[in-house]
């Protein structure tokens, strides 16, 4: 049960603290890491594909092994040692409180300023944030907290539920690849291909969970339950990726807005479909709706995976 204890504690930390600025990161090192075998591997291997698949296997071998060790050697110390150390990464790990802290920036940016809110947006998105207007600001903030609500909070939940902090760690990495690497520019086309593809893999399963506790968080949250799950139906597709769309179709249907569309990134203009439908106009307080929907979300993971994890052990 000391996994359990340890869940429960990281997740009711994060609430409470969440990731202070000052305090190292893991995924700090993990990007440092990818980064560094990158030029590394850009040197001894010129077949750009053949060189992402072994930043791939590097990547995760290291932070498996790495993290792996630590916490068996911790556990073999001390057992409170080890549900110290265990509940310090996943505290790590799990990401409710900051995505609702970074997404909020937004929210109280837009109250000074339209260049404000810009600039704050452009932190928590790849695209270009320049020239949106403040309902393309908000927008771009609403559909974040929807898609991280998946492999911010809800993929790490499960991942640490069924092979503890290790496991979060490993998912983590493929995260922190996919948004390093994962590009379709010219510098990465190639290099990123595999990094990309496993992200959509790992992402695949957790993403379709996610939407259907985040269509039951609608329900619960007061919002249009019955629209979520349509325009879910309808439009969980309408991304290039086959994750993405999931969560942002329910956000969009139990908001009643409409996400994603035409986008600028790197300076080119890219066409995407529409997700949802336009039964109002967005306002600035869809971004605390959509972060009501992530926290509600997230504690229902979380009791699922406690109820699974209890019923299997006791």
């Keep these: 049960m000391k996994l359990t204890i340890a869940i429960l504690i990281a997740y009711t930390i994060d609430l409470i603290i969440g ?10 090192y993990i990007g440092k890491l990818i980064a ?30 790495v993290t792996y060790s630590i916490i068996y050697l911790a556990y073999k110390v001390s057992v409170y040692l080890g549900l110290l150390v ?46 949106l207007d ?11 907290v929807a898609e991280n609500t998946t492999d911010g909070v809800i993929a790490p939940i499960i ?12 998912y983590k990495a493929i995260n922190t690849m ?5 590009y379709k520019n010219e510098k990465y086309i190639n290099f990123g291909t595999v990094a990309a593809k496993l992200d959509d893999v790992v992402n695949y399963l957790p993403a379709r969970i996610a939407a259907g506790i985040m269509i ?31 969560m942002e179709s329910v956000c969009a249907g139990a908001l009643g807005i409409q996400l994603a569309g035409n986008a600028n990134y790197f300076g080119k203009l890219y066409e ?31 009791a699922i995976c406690i109820a699974i994890r209890v019923t299997i052990f006791i």
């Excluded at 990731?19 to 700090?28: A, E, I, K, N, S």
């Excluded at 996919?178 to 994962?182: A, Q, Y």
């Excluded at 609608?218 to 249009?224: D, E, P, R, S, V």
Aim: hydrophobic share 40%.
């Design 19 to 28: 990731d202070p600025g000052w305090m190292p990161h893991p995924v700090v």
């Design 36 to 65: 560094a075998l990158e030029k590394g591997i850009r040197k001894v291997i010129k077949a750009d594909k053949v060189g992402g698949l072994v930043l791939v296997i590097l990547v995760l071998l290291i932070t498996g092994t």
């Design 86 to 131: 265990e509940t310090f990464w996943m505290y790590q790990i799990f990401a409710t409180k900051s995505l609702k802290k970074e997404s909020m920036k937004v929210y109280n940016a837009l109250d000074d300023d339209l260049d404000e809110g810009r600039l704050a947006v452009s932190y928590i998105v790849g695209r270009d944030t320049n020239a």
């Design 134 to 144: 403040e309902k393309g600001v908000i927008k771009a903030t609403v559909e974040t």
């Design 159 to 170: 991942c640490c539920a069924i092979g503890g902090a290790g496991l979060g760690m490993i």
């Design 178 to 182: 996919d948004s390093m690497v994962g």
């Design 216 to 246: 039951v968080a609608a329900g619960l949250g007061n919002m249009n339950m019955k629209n979520a799950f349509k325009i879910f139906k309808r439009d969980r597709y309408n991304h290039k990726s086959p994750n993405s769309a999931q």
């Design 272 to 302: 995407k479909p529409n997700i949802g439908d336009k039964i109002r106009e967005i306002e600035k307080d869809d971004i605390k709706r959509s972060i009501k929907l992530m926290y509600i979300s997230s504690g229902i993971a979380l």
